[in-house]
Structures are given as C-alpha cells and as structure tokens.
C-alpha cells in the first residue's frame, strides 16, 4: 500500500469533514474522520475511523405534497435537533450538579436554572412553529430516554410540570407523548440518524 497516498486521502477527507461542517453551519454535524497509528508486532500501521454511515432505500413519494411533507420533516429536524441536544447537556449538567448541593439550596438553585432557561430560549422557541414544537417534545424523548413531562416533573414537581401539561394540552401537544423509534416515527429516525452523519 502506498502510505503517501494513503496519507493525502486521508488529509483530503478531514478537510471535507470540516469545510462541510462551516458550510452547514449545524452544530449536530460531526465530523466524520478520526486519524490515528497503532503498534501492531512492532510495525505501526496507520488507521482510520469514521462515523456510521447510514444507507437506506431510496424514499418513493405518491406526490408532490407527500415529498414536500419529507422536506419539511428533514428542514425541521435540523432546526430542533440542535435545541433537544441542548436541552440533554442542560439536564445532565444540573442533575450533576444539584447532587453536590445541600437538599436546602437545591430548590433555589433549580428556580435560577428554570428563570436563566426561559431567558435565554423563550425568543427561540417564539419562532418555532407548531409543528417544530411538536417534534421538539418527541426529540426530547429521544435524547433524554424521559419524556419532556417527566423531566419537568424530576426539576420542578409534579404540580407547575401538570401546570405546563394543561398549557400544551390546550393548544393540542403534549408533554408526555414519547418517541417511536420503531414504530410512527421509523421515518423522523432515519433523518435524525442521517442529519447527525452529516448525509443530509
């Protein structure tokens, strides 16, 4: 094999993976080449790793609303994707840290923590549409394994995380509606899987 050749391939593709990911602009792309050298019976031999890669039929629409219904999806899940990931980073990092915390300090520190959230996301999530709100809550169950109810309910109690319930309700989402890998959402888990490959 031809290791200099190898080499500016493999220099190549790490190029790509990062101007790709300037030219997206999406914080869920990650590049897809990790290059690294190992010792094998005193010989080193260069490797590479790269993310999964995702190969699917291609999708066949009955018509145009049904293909534009798919863009929509995959337009939505790059715009929410990025904000349930978030909503993961910040559940885990309080979680974490209201353990190091007295019981007495942890009910004010988690009032912060809800005031700082409303803060900083509620002009972000004005513009979101209902459908992406919609889907929100289900990616929200995908990365977290708890449905967004549930997660309020962890944090702020049952009575002001039934209080968001009955909010939702009444404009016809909900809280509590999980996500289905397997099942109804088959086809939102293959954009999901494909946006964060960076495929699509």
Known sequence: MNYKLFSLIVGLLACLSVSAQ?????????PTVKVGKTLVDGDSIQYMEMSNVYVYPELTFKNKRQQQSYMRLVKNVKKVLPIAK???????ETAEFTE?????????????????IVREYKPQMKKLTYSQGKLLI????????????EAMQAFIGPVRSGMWQAFAWMFGASLKKGYDAEGTDRLTERVVLMVEAGQI
């Not at 300090?105 to 005031?115: A, D, P, S, T, W």
């Not at 169950?141 to 109810?149: F, G, K, V």
């Open 22 to 30: 300037d030219d997206l602009g999406d914080p869920t792309f990650v």
């Open 86 to 92: 978030q909503v993961r980073q910040i559940i885990i």
């Open 100 to 116: 190091t915390l007295p019981p007495e300090e942890r009910k004010e520190h988690l009032k912060r923590v809800e005031q700082s």
């Open 138 to 149: 289900k990616l929200v169950d995908r990365e977290c394994h708890s449905t967004a109810y």
